[in-house]
């Protein structure tokens, strides 16, 4: 069965600060796909990034940056000199190709919090 | 990407009453989602549409409480049938965007709905 576990319930750090937000899965398929999405107060759900299992190469976006591990099943998110406006509640989430394709199971999400 | 809007985007209902939740996006898309995100939690899927068939429901979830219409390719509606409190949630509607494998999932705004 597949599984997202984000242990990390909650996180704090002062602006300007590193962060890493850790997501580790579980699937029996070969083929399937890692997402993070973002969450801020206002509810919404922003898409921030969508990764097959065949491609490992981590990914930069600005301050954000991504890190795939297919040996330890993890795709850790980074953000770098954060800000405040990256306060949010973010979600790692799995779609498996073998079932519905579009059928994405989320991690139980972070809680970021970003002080000036 | 898609652009959706859900109505309303917020209520409180009494308990025992029923909710229509619109959905409304902006081209047609073949697959719509609802999801439930009940308070400090993460989403869970409760049911795929297509349109011309009945919904698929995921387990733990059932038509007779959370019918589902898909009239057509940018249209759905969720109704949440003889609520009680356990059913405060934000519910989202979410659609597949045109780029893939896997198909990008897009989500609409949410509807906050408080059962009193």
């Known amino acids: 069965a597949q599984k997202v576990t984000q242990a990390q319930t909650e996180i704090s750090v002062v602006e300007k600060e590193d962060v890493t937000l850790d997501c580790v899965y579980e699937?029996?398929?070969?083929?399937?796909?890692l997402f993070w999405y973002k969450q801020p107060p206002s509810g919404e759900l922003v898409f921030l990034i969508r990764?097959?299992?065949?491609?490992?190469q981590n990914e930069i976006s600005g301050r954000y940056s991504w890190n795939f591990q297919k040996s330890t099943s993890s795709f850790n998110f980074t953000i770098t000199a954060s800000q405040v406006v990256d306060s949010a509640v973010y979600f790692c989430a799995l779609s498996e190709a073998g079932s519905s394709a579009s059928k994405i199971i989320f991690g139980s999400g972070t809680r970021l919090s970003i002080r000036p | 990407s898609a652009v959706i809007s859900q109505k309303p985007s917020r209520d409180i209902c009494q308990r025992g009453t029923s909710l229509t939740i619109q959905c409304q996006v902006d081209?047609?898309?073949?697959?719509m989602f609802w999801y439930r995100q009940q308070p400090g939690q993460s989403l869970t899927l409760i049911a795929t549409a297509n349109q011309g068939s009945e919904a698929t429901y995921e387990s733990g979830f059932v038509i007779d409480k959370f019918p589902i219409s898909r009239p057509n390719l940018t249209f759905s509606t969720l109704t949440v049938s003889n609520m009680s409190p356990e059913d405060s949630s934000i519910y989202l509607c979410?659609?597949?965007?045109?780029?893939?494998?896997?198909?990008?999932?897009?989500f609409g705004p949410g509807t906050r709905l408080t059962v009193t």
């Open positions: 081209s047609q898309v073949t697959m």
């Open positions: 990764r097959n299992s065949f491609d490992e």
């Open positions: 699937t029996r398929d070969t083929t399937y796909y």
């Open positions: 979410s659609v597949e965007g045109a780029e893939g494998p896997p198909l990008e999932q897009y």
